[in-house]
């Protein structure tokens, strides 16, 4: 990432956002107090193990939680709050400035519907006066971009590959110019080479459309090689976050230092996991939500609940091996840019 994308108005603010769902045993505190910026132009990777909270943040975003989930906090768009505005404000900003990709594109294209008038039915959802042939010339367009020949608009989902779907529902996404772009698992389902092609193109489309991209991944080396900076969350929580090539190698938690254990890497001799599993949300342990698994914990650690500070000028970590966390340099789990 450049110096001056690090410095461009955030397209995306989230401040202390908090997200539960109501459960039959209680309130399940999945997301709970996360702050982040995302610049234009700027690819930020959300990592963590399964279960502590990637996704609902992504849906908490597009405002996409089920019903009975709870969510507070402030989501500003370029500079417009989204949390509490109307369902008519929202769905327009929705899929025209900030566009969520999942992991399944089948389950989200009419199998009976041809491609293009996927594009059609999205465009004047938006805008309903578009003329149907222009916006089959935005299809083509979007299409084009993510290497899908236009001559093919007009076939049905399931005449193109799996990789190609995942294209074609990205350029949906995509199709609206939005400001921010949140690919959830994007590439999961597909194998490796595909995974890298769309990945490229995610890549491409950020920088040439300045888009801000949330990737959400269990992939660690999928972070390394596309993102500028790289969130990690445990917990529900952010505990480490910075820019993804001093994150990676001088990792500054003792989660992030285990995560990346646990990857394999060309030296790789042995593979490390993290012993135990993430608390339970429903009652997460007082102190650090770490310190029960953590090799470096001391004795304030089950006490203390750490805040993000400053461990170097970029990056932020929520651990009390780091002066300022104990009364949270920022007084939130927050992070700042
Ligand atoms: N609809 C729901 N109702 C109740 N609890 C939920 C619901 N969706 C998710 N959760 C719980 O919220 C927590 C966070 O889940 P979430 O799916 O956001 O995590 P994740 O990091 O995306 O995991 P994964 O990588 O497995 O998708 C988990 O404890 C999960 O069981």
Same mark, same amino acid.
């Given at each position: 990432?450049?110096?001056?994308?690090?410095?461009?108005?955030?397209?995306?603010?989230? !401040?202390?956002?908090?997200?539960?769902?109501?459960?039959?045993?209680?309130?399940?505190?999945?997301?709970?107090?996360?702050?982040?910026?995302?610049?234009?132009?700027?690819?930020?990777?959300?990592?963590?193990? $399964?279960?502590?909270?990637? $996704?609902?943040?992504?849906?908490?975003?597009? +405002?996409?939680?089920? &019903?009975?989930?709870?969510?507070?906090?402030?989501?500003?768009?370029?500079?417009?709050?989204?949390?509490?505005?109307?369902? !008519?404000?929202?769905?327009?900003? !929705?899929?025209?400035?900030?566009?969520?990709?999942?992991?399944?594109?089948? *389950?989200?294209?009419?199998?009976?519907?041809?491609? $293009?008038?996927?594009?059609?039915?999205?465009?004047?959802?938006?805008? %309903?006066?578009?003329?149907?042939?222009?916006?089959?010339?935005?299809?083509?367009?979007?299409?084009?971009?993510?290497?899908?020949?236009?001559?093919?608009?007009?076939?049905? %989902?399931?005449?193109?590959?799996?990789?190609?779907?995942?294209?074609?529902?990205?350029?949906?996404?995509?199709?609206?110019? &939005?400001?921010?772009?949140?690919?959830?698992?994007?590439? *999961?389902?597909?194998?490796?080479?595909?995974?890298?092609?769309?990945?490229?193109?995610?890549?491409?489309?950020?920088?040439?459309?300045?888009?801000?991209?949330?990737?959400?991944?269990?992939?660690?080396?999928?972070?390394?090689?596309?993102?500028?900076?790289?969130?990690?969350?445990?917990?529900? !929580?952010?505990?480490?976050?910075?820019?993804?090539?001093?994150?990676?190698?001088? &990792?500054?938690?003792?989660?992030? +230092?285990?995560?990346?254990?646990?990857?394999?890497?060309?030296?790789?001799?042995?593979?490390?996991?993290?012993?135990?599993?993430?608390?339970?949300?429903?009652? %997460?342990?007082?102190?650090?939500?770490?310190? &029960?698994?953590?090799?470096?914990?001391?004795?304030?650690? *089950?006490?203390?609940?750490?805040?993000?500070?400053?461990?170097?000028?970029?990056?932020?970590?929520?651990?009390?091996?780091?002066?300022?966390?104990?009364?949270?340099?920022?007084?939130?789990?927050?992070?700042?840019?």
């Amino acid at each position: 990432m450049t110096d001056q994308n690090r410095s461009a108005t955030p397209v995306l603010s989230v !401040r202390d956002l908090r997200v539960a769902y109501a459960t039959p045993t209680g309130m399940l505190h999945a997301v709970d107090g996360v702050s982040i910026d995302v610049a234009a132009g700027e690819s930020v990777g959300l990592v963590g193990e $399964s279960g502590c909270g990637k $996704s609902t943040m992504g849906k908490a975003l597009m +405002q996409l939680l089920p &019903p009975g989930a709870e969510m507070s906090g402030s989501v500003t768009l370029q500079g417009e709050e989204l949390v509490g505005i109307n369902a !008519r404000r929202l769905r327009k900003i !929705r899929g025209e400035d900030m566009a969520l990709v999942f992991q399944e594109p089948m *389950t989200r294209l009419d199998p009976l519907m041809r491609v $293009s008038d996927h594009f059609v039915e999205a465009i004047r959802a938006h805008r %309903p006066k578009t003329k149907k042939d222009e916006a089959r010339a935005m299809a083509r367009e979007a299409l084009m971009q993510m290497g899908i020949p236009p001559t093919r608009a007009d076939n049905y %989902p399931h005449e193109f590959s799996g990789g190609m779907r995942q294209r074609i529902m990205i350029a949906l996404g995509i199709v609206m110019r &939005p400001y921010l772009v949140i690919a959830d698992e994007p590439t *999961t389902a597909l194998d490796v080479i595909v995974e890298a092609q769309i990945l490229d193109l995610l890549d491409r489309l950020r920088r040439e459309e300045d888009l801000g991209l949330i990737l959400i991944t269990h992939n660690l080396g999928i972070v390394a090689e596309t993102c500028d900076r790289v969130a990690v969350m445990y917990a529900g !929580r952010i505990v480490e976050v910075g820019p993804v090539e001093e994150v990676f190698t001088d &990792p500054k938690h003792p989660y992030t +230092q285990g995560l990346l254990r646990s990857v394999i890497s060309a030296d790789t001799v042995e593979l490390a996991s993290i012993d135990g599993f993430p608390p339970n949300l429903l009652d %997460p342990p007082t102190g650090c939500r770490f310190a &029960p698994r953590c090799d470096q914990r001391f004795e304030p650690c *089950t006490t203390v609940d750490p805040s993000l500070t400053p461990v170097s000028d970029a990056t932020r970590a929520a651990c009390l091996l780091y002066p300022g966390a104990e009364t949270g340099a920022d007084a939130t789990h927050e992070m700042a840019r």
